[in-house]
């Protein structure tokens, strides 16, 4: 019989409680988001607390933490601008990504120090990643305080996708092809493993009728 250690959360300091959870919430994919300062200036940073929340309209959330009691750059654009660009980061471009993260002052460009190449958006100011494979232009809907007020969830609706032709035939993201890659606990990354295929046992939401949700 495996034996179970019992950690009831209350109590818990901010360092294990984090420690914890990312360890346990795994894998996690990632998010690199692009925002623009009133400035101008454009800022990347990767969000591994991050997911869809919601498909009518097409909903993502993500939690950003306060770095020393003061506002990370990307939650200050999003507030301030209320727009953000969500891409997608793969394979090829994962040590990019990961340079980003790097806590640079607020008058410094993660783009200029890291030679990030940007593609104009459609509906929002923030460019778009060129290496990531999709691009998910976003603005703010909602921002929610969580707990003690360390975290912010920013609720943001996609107002406009952009998905490489390489990856998107018109009607299917192949995810698989994609390449993306996921967040560990600690200082760990995950590529694609084996993939496991299972038929499909409930419909998509709007997908009344559907069979098969790769046809
Ligand atoms: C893979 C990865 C995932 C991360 N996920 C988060 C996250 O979900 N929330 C958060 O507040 N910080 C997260 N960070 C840390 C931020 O990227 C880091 O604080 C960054 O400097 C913020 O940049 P900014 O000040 O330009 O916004 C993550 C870092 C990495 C490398």
């Known amino acids: 019989m495996k034996k179970f250690i019992y950690v009831p959360a209350k109590g818990l300091d901010t360092a294990q409680a984090y420690k914890l959870v990312v360890g346990c919430v795994v894998p996690r994919p990632v998010a690199w988001i692009t925002t623009m300062g009133l400035n101008g200036l454009v ?43 969500v891409n997608v980061s793969d394979e090829d471009n994962l040590d990019q990504m990961h340079a980003s993260a790097q806590e640079y002052p607020p008058e410094t460009s993660e783009i200029d120090e890291l030679g990030i190449e940007l593609l104009k958006s459609e509906m929002v100011r923030p460019p778009r990643i060129a290496s990531s494979p999709v691009h998910m232009e976003c603005k703010l809907d909602q921002k929610v305080v969580l707990g003690a007020g360390r975290n912010v969830l920013y609720i943001g609706e996609v107002v406009a996708f952009h998905l490489r032709d390489d990856i998107y035939d018109g009607n299917r993201v192949d995810s698989i092809k994609m390449r993306p890659i996921a967040r560990m606990g600690g200082p760990y990354y995950a590529k694609m493993g084996e993939i496991v295929e299972k038929p499909m046992l409930q419909k998509p939401p709007g997908g009344e009728g559907w069979i098969n949700q790769n046809k």
Do not use: C, H, Q, W
């Not at 919601?54 to 770095?67: H, Q, V």
């Not at 200050?76 to 660009?85: A, H, K, Q, S, Y």
């Open 43 to 85: 800022n990347a940073a990767p969000f591994s607390s991050y997911n869809y929340v919601a498909t009518d309209p097409p909903m993502l959330a993500i939690n950003i933490a306060e770095r020393a009691g003061v506002m990370k750059d990307t939650a200050r654009n999003i507030l301030e601008t209320g727009e953000f660009v």
